[in-house]
């Protein structure tokens, strides 16, 4: 199979919107940007062995590419719109490519992100998406916004990819870990309370210490507090929390709450249905120092490529 006709087959979905003048097909993509809007723009790679065990479905891993660029947009506030993938494949498998594809349009119907274009090459399996999307102008929520006292919140449960990726026959967790969930929902919410956000992709501490660095605060934790999945609640409590704290690849949302917007949001919250919110600690004064209740102090053992 040509290089153009896979494109022709798998990566040429139709129905092309409005604002995407030229798409796959021409040399680059041409989209208009409406006024008042700023364009905000996230690119990951997930390498086979590294980013995914080598068993993941196709239809997981084309799912889970656009995840988690989509769950960088939604930590900033934005609304996806458009994405550009380079894929680099070993060889053409075309029931591997009908699964990948179908994996990547579901999730991108879904929310309504249009591939514009990319680039194919062959080489060790590996996947890069360019997720671009739009806020208000100057209404993205940064990491560097967090003020002591802000209430700290999280989307869902966490540990449980991490969790998944030790024990791979746990159904529930390892679904978790080969289709995560982008909070796209809950992100709508969150940029008109929130005072910083990020997504938790390495570690509720190591994410959370990305917002302290970048807003010179520090952070109490309520342990106790921290969302589990029926599975991590059946587990020792010291075990579930080592997944909480320290597992990657969950893509819930951390961000934090002002006081005096504390009951708005959960008001707010409490209606939206669907994704659920939990207050788990306090911003505090010492710079980039997390705590517990008992003032015993938690360190950051998230995922690191360059670590020996
Ligand atoms: P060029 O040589 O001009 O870079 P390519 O042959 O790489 O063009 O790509 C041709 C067209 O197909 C371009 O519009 C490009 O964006 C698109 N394209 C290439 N690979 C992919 C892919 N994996 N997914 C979506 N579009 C792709
Ligand atoms: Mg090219």
């Known amino acids: 199979m040509h290089e153009f006709n896979l494109i022709e087959a798998y990566f040429t979905w139709g129905d092309v919107p409005k604002h995407v003048k030229t798409s796959v097909g021409d040399d680059a993509a041409v989209l208009d940007i409406p006024p008042n809007t700023q364009l905000v723009t996230s690119v990951d790679t997930l390498i086979s062995g590294v980013h995914f065990p080598k068993n993941t479905p196709p239809n997981a ?8 660029n989509l769950s960088d947009l939604a930590a900033m506030g934005a609304t996806p719109k458009w994405f550009t993938l380079a894929l680099t494949l070993p060889e053409i498998d075309n029931v591997w490519l009908e699964g990948f594809s179908q994996g990547l349009k579901t999730l991108a119907q879904q929310h309504d992100c249009f591939l514009i274009g990319g680039d194919t090459t062959r080489g060790p399996l590996s996947i890069t998406i360019q997720a671009m999307g739009l806020v208000g102008s100057d209404s993205a929520v940064l990491r560097s916004g967090a003020k002591v006292g802000d209430k700290i919140y999280i989307t869902g449960t966490l540990g449980d990819a991490a969790y998944g990726l030790e024990h791979q026959n746990n159904k529930a967790c390892k679904r978790r870990l080969d289709y995560p969930t982008p909070r796209i929902d809950a992100s709508s919410l969150i940029k008109n309370h929130a005072t910083s956000c990020i997504d938790i992709s390495d570690g509720l501490l190591q994410d959370l210490s990305h917002v302290l660095n970048a807003s010179s605060v520090g952070a109490q934790l309520d342990l106790s507090a921290i ?6 609640h059946g587990l020792e409590l010291s075990e579930a929390l080592k997944h909480a704290l320290n597992g990657g690849d969950d893509y819930e949302l951390l961000f934090t709450v002002p006081e005096g917007k ?10 939206s249905g669907g994704v659920y919110f939990t207050c788990i600690g306090v911003i505090t004064e010492q710079v980039n120092l997390i705590v517990d209740k008992k003032a015993n102090q938690l360190n950051a053992k998230g995922y690191n490529h360059f670590h020996e």
């Open 61 to 68: 891993i084309g799912h889970k590419a656009l995840a988690v």
């Open 227 to 232: 969302p589990l999945s029926k599975t991590l």
């Open 262 to 271: 504390k009951a708005p949001f959960e008001k707010k919250a409490s209606k």
